[in-house]
């Protein structure tokens, strides 16, 4: 059967802030499935931060996108062709080959799943994929979360960061405090998700809000955000104190990018700040599931999605994420 869809190309690198310029809409011929491969139809897509790195060529430790070639990422689509055993028409699948309507590939690049009841596809691009896997391996694995530990999430109000908190109440944090960019998210935060204390980073500097907000110091900050966010953490934390290094996005769109200038307060409060990429933890996956299935059930667990309808408006979808008009996951409705 023949069949044409939209792609998503990228147009141009952007230098600081990217703009709906840097992206082009394609219309192109499905070409058809090979022995072994499918046709999924995209349903939805994720929109991440680090599409941004991708966008550059900039050295990092992901492929850039090429100039004038189909952009990828995370999505959700059901097979509507199949010359392969291994997938049916009709099956829904998690895969790479986002901004796209039709992907078609070899069947092992697709991987089959079934959202629990009350759960979209969507589900598998937020609190039952990489961002939420990302919360719980940073918070536990990286920062080395204790019961007791008082912790501090930035980016609070977005994918991660939601979840991030949410991780430290069920394990037994003492205090959760969060930071993000609005007063409705802040109430969110306070009141939705069971935060401690938050605060809007635009009310006023970091470093003062923190300190109101954490007045005895924090042990664990996990970090969405770098700069200003993480000098503050770095002033507030304790002795032994443990930082996720899991993103900056304060520096993603600057030309200039800055450092915290508190930085050799490491040494004498003995810091750890490590780094960390979530791709290297898959492992950790089905032990995440399993327990935010739980967190979930039990309500102990909320999670929240933006979505925008339609592939022709992911370009803005991406934007309005960087800036900070997703509360939770931001989606793409595809079709
Ligand atoms: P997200 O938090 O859902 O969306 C991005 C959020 O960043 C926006 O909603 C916005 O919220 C906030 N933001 C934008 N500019 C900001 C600024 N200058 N200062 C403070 N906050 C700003 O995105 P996500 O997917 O959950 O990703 C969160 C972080 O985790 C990002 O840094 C990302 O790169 C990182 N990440 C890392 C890994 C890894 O493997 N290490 C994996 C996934 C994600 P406000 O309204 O609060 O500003």
Redesign the pocket.
């Known amino acids: 059967m023949s069949r044409s869809g939209r792609e998503v190309h990228l147009a141009a690198r952007p230098v600081g802030w990217p703009t709906s310029d840097d992206f082009r809409m394609v219309e192109v011929d499905v070409p058809a499935p090979g022995p072994g491969q499918v046709v999924v139809r995209n349903r939805v897509m994720s929109v991440?931060?680090?599409m941004r790195g991708r966008m550059s060529d900039a050295p990092s430790y992901a492929r850039p996108y090429d100039v004038g070639a189909v952009m990828w990422g995370g999505a959700v689509g059901e097979v509507v062709e199949s010359e392969s055993p291994e997938l049916a028409v009709g099956d829904l699948v998690l895969h790479e080959y986002g901004w796209r309507d039709y992907a078609v590939a070899d069947a092992s690049r697709f991987r089959k799943v079934d959202p629990p009841p009350g759960f979209g596809p969507s589900a598998f691009l937020g609190v039952l994929g990489?961002?939420g896997l990302?919360a719980y391996v940073g918070l536990l694995d990286i920062a080395e979360m204790r019961p007791g530990d008082r912790v501090f999430v930035?980016?609070a109000?977005?994918?991660?960061?939601s979840l991030a908190g949410q991780i430290a109440r069920c394990k037994g944090a003492a205090r959760v405090i969060g930071s993000?960019?609005?007063a409705a998210?802040v109430a969110y935060l306070t009141g939705e998700l069971g935060f401690d204390a938050a605060f809007s980073?635009r009310d006023g500097p970091v470093a003062a809000q923190l300190k109101q907000a954490a007045p005895d110091g924090i042990d664990v900050y996990f970090d969405?955000?770098g700069g200003d966010h993480l000098e503050a953490a770095i002033g507030r934390l304790a002795q032994h104190g443990r930082v996720a290094m899991?993103?900056?996005?304060?520096m993603y769109n600057e030309t200039a990018p800055t450092g915290p200038r508190n930085l050799a307060l490491a040494v004498g409060k003995r810091l750890t700040l490590r780094g960390?990429?979530?791709t290297d933890h898959y492992g950790r996956m089905p032990e995440f599931v399993a327990e935010m299935a739980g967190w979930l059930a039990s309500g102990q667990v909320k999670s929240a999605e933006t979505t925008v309808d339609g592939l022709d408006n992911a370009p803005d979808a991406f934007l309005g994420?960087?800036?900070?008009d997703?509360t939770g996951?931001?989606v793409v409705r595809v079709s």
């Open positions: 991440d931060p680090y990489m961002p990302t930035s980016g109000a977005g994918a991660v960061g993000a960019g609005s998210k980073y969405n955000v899991c993103g900056a996005i304060s960390y990429i979530v994420m960087m800036r900070g997703n996951k931001m």
